[in-house]
């Protein structure tokens, strides 16, 4: 069974860091590509950044670049997939979902296999 749980959510002020995690298992996650999208209320769902197998491949949503950044460790067919943020701003407040395996453009949600059940982040102004 495939699990990605995050974890490292919380209460932020503005201009604060957090950093996020999350565990992927369940499956061999050799070769795939993960990634992190939030959703704030009223919202869509909407792409944060992702990182390929090797880790040499990163790919950022324009307002996070500069802040955020992903990166990741394999261990054996396991992952653990990171998201250092910085410079937290109220905007980036939001329910943070990591993904993984995508069989189409890596901004586009609909194309992710498995996902986790999100952790919340929320930056107090």
């Known amino acids: 069974q495939v699990q990605l749980v995050e974890s490292g959510g919380g209460l932020v002020q503005a201009g604060g860091s957090l950093r996020l995690s999350c565990t992927a298992s369940?499956?061999?996650?050799?070769?795939?590509?993960m990634g992190w999208f939030r959703q704030a209320p009223g919202k869509e769902r909407e792409f944060v950044t992702a990182?390929?197998?090797?880790?040499?491949?990163?790919?950022?949503e324009e307002s996070v670049k500069g802040r955020f950044t992903i990166s990741r460790t394999n261990v054996n067919k396991n992952a653990v997939v990171y998201l250092q943020m910085n410079s937290l701003k109220s905007t980036d407040t939001a329910l943070y979902y990591c993904?993984?395996?995508?069989?189409?453009?890596?901004?586009?949600?609909?194309?992710?296999?498995?996902w986790g059940q999100g952790t919340q982040v929320t930056v107090s102004s």
């Open positions: 990182i390929d197998w090797s880790g040499i491949n990163t790919y950022y």
């Open positions: 369940g499956r061999s996650f050799s070769g795939v590509t």
């Open positions: 993904a993984a395996s995508p069989r189409g453009r890596l901004s586009d949600a609909s194309v992710y296999d498995y």
